[in-house]
Antibody, heavy 120, light 106 residues
Framework: QVQLVQSGAEVKKPGASVRLSCKTS????????VSWVRQAPGQGLEWMGW????????ISAQKFQDRVTISTDTSTATVYMDLRRLTSDDTAVYYC?????????????WGQGTLVTVSS | EIVMTQSPATLSVSPGERVTLSCRAS??????LAWYQQKPGQAPRLLIY???TRATGIPARFSGSGSETDFTLTINSLQSEDFAIYYC????????FGQGTKVEIK
């Protein structure tokens, strides 16, 4: 079955960077895009960006354009998200999610989430 | 940026009731609207996309309607497992989510 398994929790200091991974399985990796969505404690969902795995073209939310990089490793079917210049406002659970269909960029299958805590 | 506004913020209902949740877009998004359900400590779960297409495995009591700027998620005969937070999301211009509607037990 389709699975997205995310890397473990991270604790970072303000100003640092974090790299999160999302290892996929159970489907043809290059056929579906993958998004990143975060959720601060007690808050709603916030979209960060999406990558089309077959042509590698990432799209980011304007809010994160200068701080986030989304990339893929086709050999391991893994999607990565790098977030730079962390602040306490970046403390959140970060989710990756695969598109529901090859032609519909909606989050159909979700990873379990990774908690990132930013604290001095 | 397209702003998504959900109403109400909280809905108190009894099991077995019919529930209607609203979502409004700040500009036309055609039918590029999805609904998600999220329970505490869990990842969101896709319910509806294309405004009215149920995702795989979603019970028929969940239905979506609407187009352009006004959308509705209806849950017929609310079950105990349906108490959760529901989010709408547009995907015509990047993505934006609504702030969520919490469906709680009355």
């Amino acid at each position: 079955q389709v699975q997205l398994v995310q890397s473990g929790a991270e604790v970072k200091k303000p100003g640092a960077s974090v790299r999160l991974s999302c290892k996929t399985s159970g489907y043809t990796f290059t056929n579906f895009g993958v998004s990143w969505v975060r959720q601060a404690p007690g808050q709603g969902l916030e979209w960060m960006g999406w990558i089309s795995v077959d042509n590698g073209g990432p799209i980011s939310a304007q809010k994160f354009q200068d701080r986030v990089t989304i990339s893929t490793d086709t050999s391991t079917a893994t999607v990565y998200m790098d977030l730079r210049r962390l602040t306490s406002d970046d403390t959140a659970v970060y989710y990756c999610a695969r598109d529901v269909r090859w032609d519909v960029a909606v989050a159909g299958v979700w990873g379990q989430g990774t908690l990132v805590t930013v604290s001095s | 940026e397209i702003v998504m506004t959900q109403s109400p913020a909280t809905l108190s209902v009894s099991p077995g009731e019919r529930v209607t949740l609203s979502c409004r877009a700040s500009q036309s998004i055609s039918s590029n609207l999805a609904w998600y359900q999220q329970k505490p400590g869990q990842a969101p779960r896709l319910l509806i996309y294309g405004a009215s297409t149920r995702a795989t495995g979603i019970p028929a009591r969940f239905s979506g309607s609407g187009s352009e700027t006004d959308f509705t998620l209806t849950i017929n005969s609310l079950q105990s497992e349906d108490f959760a937070i529901y989010y709408c999301q547009q995907y015509v211009d990047r993505w934006t989510f609504g702030q969520g509607t919490k469906v709680e037990i009355k």
